[in-house]
């Protein structure tokens, strides 16, 4: 058999993963593997402009699609501590991702080289698993077991380091179809007995509610969900990642839950007597504080592929651990089964409670023909993209914004840092998602702070023809912490103001892009319009919107999810 | 409450950090760690005393389960269990102490080592309280050095923890 350097076969490795692109910046520790991207032409490498947008945009790449994998290739030292912020958001969101970096000659690693670091030091909190590779011979089943670790079980990031002699060492190359570790079998057929516990709980609920997460959207499992709700018909709410896990315009959908969540579906979430929790997690921005949570007498399932996410923040009686769509196929099979159905009296009743909330109306806005909202940008957004776009956001008001009036039918519609927070995501997330679907209406919800903190990819934008629309909700502020500042610090807007902003026109416009600032309501549609019209460019919407619009309802830190301020409590 | 979680992993470079490195993140208690191949060289067991309210230690187990490179993870304080610790004591052992330092050694059941003319080394296995005991019998004067490895466990009968 011939031999290959290491550098050959991690390009080998990829296109036999299948892999279509890597997101990466070249540098001293790995010349040679660029070296061979120059040679072949399977894989297709994207040049960002910073490591950090590099794993963003891989990052992006497998949020939105069900099954392709987001791949991001960095140097040693410095490529690798500017990669760390983009996987440490991956790992909070259990996005599979695989990243390489380069690390220095086996020889000097613990020798202070240059542009050295602990790679798998660095990262080993933030991944779900990460190798050095130190022998050229375990390259290659290495990278393979990074791809099978990332995306089995729960997803999570994996970390390969690879030594500069490694890649330029020779070995006989062979890859492994599949693979196996005997320390690592997640379960994922989940208990049958646990599964007749469920059903008889839901079915004798008076006051049920399925609170569904992000493990339904990467477990693909919409489908699976939708029948569920549709079967039982019981009110769902989704988490701020769940969105599009089950469609926003059903009337059974009560809306987003948390500390930005709807008030009918706080309440509900609170009163209800039955609660069946759906890949989600129960973290501090979507009951808030545990204490305030807990009722007592109210049964709570819970399903799983993470036996640690169960019973962590709060008490669970009834743990189903397995894959979110088997659990609720076999569920939905065990109500039709049944002998008991839900009372249909109870049910409606609980209904009638809920359409009280409702009633509540708590997201409506007061609209302006003199200054922008931001939330309706938002609703012209929807409705000119049909409620089919993919929308990335940053991290803030906007983020909420778009989530609470952008109404997602459909699951990997929605990409957005949910767990770490992290600003300076939305632009190489809309980067990632409209390399994945070059087709597709891809919007980037963003705001004048966040948008800046990875600006510098409009020029990737640009080299590689990737004409998202960036939707910049402009209110010369750093609008979540002004909130916070006007509510919990009597007003005290320590730093929180955005002086100096760049002329984003101009702006886009020295990358090689479109322009428009907008500053009445009524040019609001007109610009949405024509940026969508012109399919094939990038336009930078600099909408100029009001400065002390407030993001509502709120659940102030700390607080129980009944304790909402709704807008007219202001 | 103190427990004692016997763990088998892959015996890899890195992975003591990662155990390690988890209950520093998620601020759990490590009161001794004792770690070692087993007969099979590619496997390491370690043992970790620890403490905390039983949510946690479900929490600890579920999360070391979680670590790419653990093979299993038993509580084995769950039932009839036998630990050890070893310690090694330097002990002041001249003039009238050291008839005294034997005595007390041989009544613990310790060995000694190590003997100069001014001191005596001494080996004692035992449950922690029983080497606690050994030291608090002892003068602080004529402790010199200590040295302990923290506790290792094994199940009673046909409790058996191997893959």
């Known amino acids: 058999m011939t031999q290959l350097t290491g550098a050959e076969i991690v390009l080998r490795a990829l296109a036999d993963e299948g892999v279509e692109f890597v997101f990466g910046y070249p540098g001293g520790a790995v010349l040679n593997i660029y070296d061979e991207f120059f040679k072949q032409d399977k894989v297709k490498h994207v040049l960002v402009r910073h490591e950090q947008a590099a794993v963003h945009a891989a990052d992006a790449f497998s949020r939105c699609t069900p099954d392709k994998i987001g791949v991001a290739l960095v140097t040693s030292g410095p490529g690798v501590t500017n990669a760390v912020t983009g996987i440490a958001t991956a790992h909070l969101d259990s996005i599979p991702m695989v990243i390489i970096s380069g690390q220095v000659p086996t020889h000097a690693i613990g020798q202070d080289a240059f542009q050295e670091c602990d790679t798998v030091g660095i990262t080993r909190p933030c991944v779900k698993h990460n190798f050095l590779v130190k022998d050229v011979k375990d390259l290659a089943i290495t990278i393979k077991k990074a791809f099978y670790i990332a995306k089995s079980g729960r997803p999570g990031p994996v970390l390969v380091d690879i030594p500069k002699d490694v890649t330029a060492a020779k070995c006989e190359y062979h890859y492994p179809a599949t693979v196996e570790l005997r320390s690592y079998n997640p379960v994922v057929k989940a208990h049958q007995g646990q599964i007749k516990k469920a059903v008889q709980l839901l079915m004798n609920a008076k006051r049920p509610m399925i609170y569904s997460g992000g493990g339904i959207v990467l477990g693909n499992a919409a489908p699976q969900l939708t029948k569920f709700v549709r079967l039982t018909g019981f009110p769902i709410t989704n988490t701020l990642m769940g969105l599009g896990g089950y469609p926003a315009t059903d009337p059974q959908f009560v809306g987003m839950l948390g500390m930005h969540g709807t008030y009918e579906a706080n309440q509900a979430m609170q009163d209800c007597d039955v609660l069946i929790a759906i890949g989600a997690r129960f973290d501090d921005r979507v009951i808030g504080n545990p204490a305030h949570f807990f009722r007592e007498g109210r049964k709570i399932i819970h399903i799983d592929i993470d036996p640690s996410s169960i019973s962590k923040r709060v008490k669970v009686d009834v743990p189903i651990v397995g894959y979110v769509a088997d659990v609720l196929d076999e569920m939905a099979k065990a109500i039709d089964a049944s002998t008991e159905k839900p009372d249909p009296a109870a049910l409606k009743a609980w209904w009638t409670t809920i359409k009280g909330w409702q009633a509540k109306k708590s997201l409506d806005y007061k609209n302006s023909d003199t200054i922008i909202k931001p939330q309706f940008v938002v609703e012209k957004l929807w409705e000119i993209t049909g409620g089919d776009a993919f929308i990335t956001s940053d991290v803030g008001q906007h983020q909420m914004w778009a989530a609470q009036y952008y109404k997602f039918d459909k699951p990997r519609r929605w990409i957005n840092s949910g767990g770490l927070g992290t600003m300076g995501v939305g632009l190489p997330y809309a980067m990632g998602v409209q390399l994945a679907h070059p087709d597709a209406q891809v919007a980037c919800i963003t705001g004048e702070g966040s948008i800046q903190m990875c600006l510098q990819e409009l020029s990737t934008c640009k080299q590689y023809n990737v004409p998202v629309k960036i939707i910049n909700l402009n209110n010369r502020s750093l609008g979540m912490v002004r909130q916070w500042q006007k509510f919990f610090y009597g007003n005290r807007y320590a730093e929180s103001y955005m002086d100096a902003l760049p002329d984003f026109v101009k702006l886009a416009e020295a990358y090689g892009h479109h322009g428009m600032k907008i500053e009445k309501p009524s040019d609001v549609e007109g610009a949405l319009r024509e940026a969508f019209k012109q399919k094939e460019k990038l336009f930078f919407l600099d909408f100029i919107t009001d400065q002390e619009e407030a993001v509502f309802p709120m659940i102030p830190g700390g607080k129980g999810l009944t304790e909402m301020i709704l807008a007219e409590d202001v | ?163």
Request: no cysteine; charged share 30%.
């Open chain 2, 1 to 163: 409450m103190r427990h004692i979680l016997s763990v088998l992993l892959e015996n890899e470079p890195g992975a003591l950090s990662r155990v390690v490195g988890l209950f520093s993140a998620r601020g759990y208690n490590i009161d001794s760690l004792v770690v070692a191949p087993t007969e099979d060289e590619s496997m390491s067991r370690m043992t970790i005393t620890t403490h905390g309210s039983d949510d946690v230690i479900e929490q600890i187990t579920k999360q070391l389960n979680k670590l790419i490179e653990v093979i299993k993870v038993v509580d084995i304080t769950d039932g009839n269990h036998i630990e050890r610790e070893l310690m090694l004591v330097k002990v002041r052992a001249a003039g009238k102490d050291r008839d005294e330092m034997k005595r007390m050694a041989d009544i613990f059941r310790g060995r000694i080592l190590d003997v100069t003319d001014k001191s005596y080394t001494i080996e004692l296995t035992g449950t922690r309280d029983k080497l606690d005991a050994f030291l608090q019998a002892l003068d602080r004067e004529v402790i010199l050095e200590t040295v302990r490895t923290g506790a290792s466990g094994i199940g009673r009968g046909e409790r058996i923890l191997r893959v």
